[in-house]
């Protein structure tokens, strides 16, 4: 084995356990959601609670005492530089505004980036005990079981996912759904980018669409779908890590017909 697939498997190793801990913290705050003092960041509609904060903290620390030379990105705390080529991008609860309403689709997100490629991705559902993790070149898992994307994707016949946020003009939200509509598909939501790339990657979306996203909120759920067998844009050689943009992701039979109904384009990763 070499340092550097060592190394991987360490972080792997290590991040499960951290986003599992992180999690069960997550799930207790949810369970008493109603308590929790709610704040507002940009917008009435961009929600973040103690719960937040606190979970990052808790995934900040873990990473530093066993990983003390990799940075760090997280939304709720920012950029913190390393001094290896190791970097993790972390979101405490992807879905804060459904966590706060007492709605069960949100999820703790882990991505591990090497040399500034992402290489491994987790998305842990802790409402229903489902750690979804891949590894470059090693495929997708949702717990000890493989998933891949929709075999036999059509449009007409599966559903798919359209994001959008206030940052998003309705008009382009519009006129994607009504054309997906047009199409015969049929348009869901779920709150949180993270677990509805996680559902593209184990077959239950045929695809997914938002515009104006961060890296922690798509770089492991789209690592996640490229490993399942899926097309994804590569969001890093779009945007970069502290930019905002597009999130495409699907199975491979409808990529085009998805490209020409949201209008961006999908590169196979």
């Known amino acids: 084995m070499t340092d550097t697939v060592r190394e991987r498997a360490d972080r792997l190793s290590a991040a499960k356990t951290i986003i599992r801990q992180?999690?069960?913290?997550?799930?207790?705050?949810?369970?008493?959601?109603?308590?929790?003092?709610?704040?507002?960041?940009?917008?009435?509609?961009?929600?973040?609670?103690?719960?937040?904060?606190?979970?990052?903290?808790?995934?900040?620390?873990?990473?530093?005492?066993?990983?003390?030379?990799?940075?760090?990105?997280?939304?709720?705390?920012?950029?913190?530089?390393?001094?290896?080529?190791?970097?993790?991008?972390?979101?405490p609860i992807d879905g804060t505004?459904?966590?706060?309403?007492?709605?069960?689709?949100?999820?703790?997100?882990?991505?591990?980036?090497e040399n500034g490629v992402p290489v491994l991705g987790l998305t842990y559902d802790a409402c229903r005990d489902h750690l979804y993790w891949a590894a470059l070149g090693e495929g997708a898992w949702r717990n000890d079981a493989r998933i891949r994307v929709h075999p036999?994707?059509?449009?007409?016949?599966?559903?798919?996912?359209?994001?959008?946020?206030?940052?998003?003009?309705s008009a382009q939200l519009g006129g994607i759904i009504e054309r997906l509509l047009a199409a015969g598909g049929s348009y869901m939501r779920n709150g949180?980018?993270?677990?509805?790339?996680?559902?593209?990657?184990?077959?239950?979306?045929?695809?997914?669409?938002?515009?104006?996203?961060?890296?922690?909120?798509?770089?492991?759920?789209?690592?996640?779908?490229?490993e399942a067998g899926g097309v994804t844009n590569d969001f890093m050689a779009d945007t970069g890590l502290y930019g905002r943009g597009d999130v495409f992701a699907c199975a491979p039979q409808v990529a085009t017909e998805l490209e020409e109904i949201v209008g961006s384009t999908a590169s196979p990763r």
């Open 22 to 91: 992180s999690g069960a913290v997550a799930l207790d705050y949810f369970e008493r959601y109603d308590m929790l003092e709610v704040q507002s960041k940009r917008t009435a509609q961009d929600l973040f609670s103690e719960a937040d904060t606190n979970v990052e903290r808790l995934i900040r620390t873990a990473i530093a005492e066993q990983f003390p030379c990799d940075g760090l990105v997280g939304e709720e705390y920012g950029k913190q530089e390393g001094t290896s080529t190791w970097q993790w991008v972390i979101d």
């Open 97 to 113: 505004s459904c966590f706060l309403h007492g709605l069960p689709t949100w999820c703790v997100v882990i991505a591990v980036l």
């Open 152 to 169: 036999r994707a059509v449009i007409a016949d599966g559903l798919t996912a359209i994001g959008g946020s206030n940052a998003v003009y």
């Open 192 to 226: 949180s980018t993270a677990l509805t790339l996680a559902h593209v990657a184990a077959g239950h979306y045929v695809g997914y669409f938002q515009p104006l996203l961060n890296s922690w909120d798509c770089l492991a759920g789209l690592l996640l779908v490229s």
